[in-house]
């Protein structure tokens, strides 16, 4: 063997070596940057709520429309421009003028149309801010509690199809839709019922005006106007995820009569070829039956088809890059653990909001009682003696196991058990992070 055969060697084997260091160096580097990755989100990710504070939690909107319910917790996610949103509608009323910023989330534009939400979860702050941080790491619960509230509800009689709202069982879930194609109907309920001990049970009412809805071309305060796109949402019950954003709406055409403000066109366009900046929307027509052909099925693929709009994907990624989650864990106003803050008294909270002083001393029953209510509703109920509100009542049940243990219900029950074999085939794309538990007292609504 000559030499120069023996430098050739040599050059090879030195090249087989910086060449399988190269190919494992990166993937050692992507595995140390997703374990900090998961370490840093395990660090800023709250104390997950148990399933009797999630079902607290969500009381409150639980027996709403689905689609009412996707942009309420899409919203939650930014509680500072829902503060804003507050402000913005007090202005308007005195100018009707007044433009939403162009750098709001479409989800809080489209909750412009519902003025008392928006006041509710302004004034409720801490529960908008406990809401977004359940939609970031504990999505598939809220749903999973949701469902669980509806379950309830609709053998107790206290909701079902009328006029108003279409009530359906699709695939074992309770979807709740509006009847109508053009505005939504608010249930009005008081949310207590589903979890302090001998509140009577009662059917829903509504509030006294519909609300438009929030992509239909007669709201108010119309999405697309401010993003630049149709901005709709929709809740997925099969892979319990949440879906919010921009939808496919190229069939659909407005009429423009000299609308633009920057240039001359008078004639027909396609509405995602709109520039909403720029637009007379007084000289627009919009075909309505256009519109009409959309249900809530039909909005819920098209949104789907964008990965962007899984509102999970979204929070997560929020409050990864939230400037002012570099905080303690459980210290932050994002973050504040809802058993602390009731026991703390409840501190920081919009004084205009009605509580009471001190938490209640009702002891929680071993299990929910289903038979055993008063026949007539208790003597003592505090409901608002002007125009109805959103409910913001708060449970102080002491946390306390039940007696019996470890008890889940029906639809908990059923999901759990679902979850390894769902994760045989890949897993739920709108699965939480841990499994529900019950047995803690829930603290707030």
């Known amino acids: 063997m000559t030499g120069n055969d023996l430098l050739k060697i040599g050059a090879a084997a030195l090249a087989l070596l910086l060449a399988g260091f190269g190919s494992a160096h990166p993937v050692l580097a992507q595995e140390q940057v997703a374990a900090a990755d998961a370490s840093t989100d395990a660090a800023a ?16 909107i639980a027996l709403y429309p689905d689609e009412l319910i996707a942009v309420i917790t899409a919203a939650a ?22 433009k939403p910023k162009d750098s709001w989330d479409g989800s809080v534009v489209s909750l412009l149309n519902y003025p008392d939400i928006v006041e509710m979860m302004s004034d409720d702050l801490e529960w908008t801010q406990m809401l977004g941080d359940a939609i970031a790491y504990q999505q598939k619960d809220v749903l999973v509690a949701i469902q669980q509230l509806r379950d309830e509800a609709v053998a107790k009689g206290v909701i079902k199809t009328d006029d108003k709202i279409q009530v359906v069982k699709e695939n074992d879930n309770i979807v709740i ?3 109508s194609p053009e505005v939504i109907y608010v249930p009005q309920y008081p949310p207590q019922m589903f979890y302090e001990p001998n509140y009577v049970w009662e059917p829903i009412r ?11 071309p007669g709201a108010t305060f119309f999405a697309g106007a401010v993003t630049g796109a149709i901005w709709a949402a929709a809740i997925d019950w099969n892979d319990w995820g949440v879906w919010g954003g921009r939808w496919n709406g190229n069939d659909i055409n407005i009429d423009c009569n000299n609308c633009f403000n920057n240039r001359d066109f008078n004639g027909k366009i396609n509405i995602n070829d709109v520039d909403w900046k720029n637009i007379d ?3 627009i027509n919009i075909d309505r039956n256009q519109f009409n052909k959309f249900d809530q099925t039909n909005i819920k693929n098209r949104i789907e088809k964008n990965s962007d709009n899984a509102i999970r994907n979204r929070a997560r990624d929020i409050k990864k890059n939230d400037k002012l989650a ?3 864990p459980g210290k932050t106003a994002a973050t504040r653990d809802i058993r602390k803050s009731t026991l703390d008294g409840l501190k920081a909270k919009p004084a205009n909001v009605t509580r009471p002083a001190k938490p209640a001393n009702i002891q929680k029953p071993a299990d929910r009682p289903t038979a055993n ?7 003592k109920v505090n409901r608002p003696a ?10 102080n049940r002491p946390k306390k196991p039940s007696g019996l243990g470890n008890v889940d219900r029906g639809k908990v029950t059923k999901v759990s058990s679902n979850r390894g074999h769902q994760s045989m085939g890949g897993g739920s794309r709108g699965g939480s992070h841990k499994q529900i538990k019950r047995g803690g007292g829930a603290r707030r609504r």
């Open 326 to 328: 570099d905080r303690m």
């Open 281 to 283: 929307r007084s000289k």
């Open 177 to 179: 839709k509006s009847a």
């Open 206 to 216: 509504y509030y006294p005006d519909p609300y438009p809805y929030y992509w239909y």
């Open 77 to 98: 996610l930014y509680p500072l421009e829902i503060v804003e949103a507050a402000r913005f509608l007090d202005r308007y009323e005195k100018d009707k003028g007044l």
């Open 373 to 379: 209510r008063p026949a007539a509703k208790p003597a």
């Open 45 to 60: 990710s709250p104390e997950p709520l148990s399933a009797d504070e999630m079902e607290v939690l969500v009381a409150r």
């Open 386 to 395: 002007g125009k109805p509100k959103p409910a913001a009542r708060v449970d």
